[in-house]
């Protein structure tokens, strides 16, 4: 496992725990702007995530195509994956 898969595997394991919190926090009738501030927390290393996952395939999946065949369908896929990431 590469060095970015692995700092994305221990952010989603932080958003594990922040996620389990939440609903801990709404179980427990918490504040619902606590709740809210938190739930922002776990989207942002949600999209940190995501960053380090799209470079990894930019780097190991894409940078290795050796013919020009192979390479528009992953630059389709990849283009396809940030689109959905923007709306």
Do not use: W
């Not at 692995?6 to 919190?21: D, T």
């Not at 619902?32 to 739930?39: F, K, L, R």
């Amino acid at each position: 496992m590469n060095e970015d898969r692995k700092k994305a595997l221990r952010m989603l394991n932080i958003c594990k725990g922040q996620i389990e919190g939440i609903i801990r926090m709404i179980e427990d009738d918490r504040y619902c702007v606590d709740i809210s501030t938190q739930i922002l927390a776990s989207q942002s290393l949600l999209k940190k995530s995501n960053i380090l996952i799209f470079r990894q395939h930019i780097d190991n999946c894409i940078r290795n195509i050796s013919s020009d065949e192979d390479i528009e369908p992953k630059i389709n896929e990849l283009s396809d994956i940030i689109n959905k990431a923007l709306k």
